[in-house]
């Protein structure tokens, strides 16, 4: 018998396919949060329109323009484009649970019980928190800036902002607070990582202070409002994931005896 010839059993065979499987599902699982990101723009696109999405965006800010002033669009093809990334943004934040729970249950199967049970919070807890910083940046954070930053614009000037520079500035402070709000999450991840603990955290406290306070120095505009509005929840955000972090700790503690992970 020739020693070229094929054997009888493949030995790749029994780590091949399931490797094409777990492909297979990724492409599955992309395909779905993708198709949830562009039903939500379709739906957004209809009602109520890109145009009425730039114009509730950009709400905070023409409140607090000189009357008769408006927003400019200093490209030509910008009237079109700019309202189109809106709707495109704000149709993956409605999705964004989807995508989540996608990725969620892509990693899920290779997971310990012990991990899913800290997995699982974390990932609706920082979905939350990110969506609790974008609000609280529109609702509050927009109006007090605006109303400072005009207060000190001399009379001779009419303010009339370009439409892609307001865009530029509002995704900067969206991520800005949205990554804010997860600091309950990172220290909640460097104590369960034991990285961190508890006792350090809270001796590290005034040290947190003043980077927090450093930190929305950096990433505001130049004004004391905007830093005060990211300085101060940061630091109460700290409090709670120091809190936070004892309960998931042992929550999430892995058994003495072995834990396989679950299909």
Same mark, same amino acid.
């Given at each position: ?9 493949? @030995? ?29 723009? #379709? =739906? ?10 730039? %114009? ?28 189109? *990334?809106?709707?495109?943004?704000? !149709? ?23 991990? *899913? ?16 910083? =974008? ?7 927009? #109006? ?20 892609? !520079?307001?865009? $530029? &500035? ?6 800005? &607070? $949205? ?19 508890? @006792? ?5 406290? $005034?040290? /947190? ?7 929305? !120095?950096?990433?505001?505009?130049? %004004? ?14 700290? @409090?709670? $994931?120091? /809190?936070?972090? *004892?309960? &998931?700790?042992?929550?999430?503690? !892995?058994? %003495?005896?072995? %834990?396989?992970?679950?299909?």
């Amino acid at each position: 018998m020739s020693s070229f010839q094929k054997p009888d059993h493949d @030995e790749l065979a029994g780590t091949e396919q399931p490797f094409v499987a777990h492909l297979i599902e990724l492409r599955d699982r992309l395909m779905r949060a993708a198709l949830a990101v562009l039903v939500c723009f #379709g =739906v957004l696109a209809l009602y109520p329109g890109p145009g009425q999405l730039y %114009d509730m965006l950009a709400a905070p800010l023409v409140a607090h323009l000189p009357a008769g002033s408006k927003l400019i669009a200093t490209s030509v093809i910008s009237p079109f484009l700019v309202p189109l *990334k809106i709707t495109l943004l704000t !149709a993956f934040l409605i999705a964004l649970p989807v995508v989540l729970y996608q990725a969620w249950a892509f990693i899920a199967p290779g997971l310990y019980s012990h991990e *899913k049970r800290l997995v699982l919070p974390l990932v609706v807890s920082s979905t939350l928190l990110f969506f609790l910083g =974008v609000a609280f940046c529109y609702f509050f954070v927009f #109006g007090q800036v605006f109303k400072f930053i005009q207060s000190f614009a001399p009379k001779s000037i009419t303010a009339a902002p370009d439409i892609e !520079a307001y865009l $530029g &500035f509002v995704m900067n402070m969206f991520i800005a &607070f $949205g990554a804010a709000f997860e600091v309950p999450v990172i220290v909640v991840v460097l104590v369960r990582m034991g990285l961190l603990t508890v @006792e350090k955290l809270r001796e590290y406290r $005034g040290y /947190f202070i003043v980077i927090a306070f450093v930190v929305a !120095a950096v990433i505001t505009p130049p %004004d004391i409002v905007s830093q005060l509005a990211l300085a101060i929840p940061m630091c109460l955000l700290y @409090e709670l $994931g120091v /809190f936070a972090a *004892k309960y &998931f700790v042992r929550y999430s503690k !892995a058994p %003495d005896d072995s %834990d396989k992970p679950q299909a």
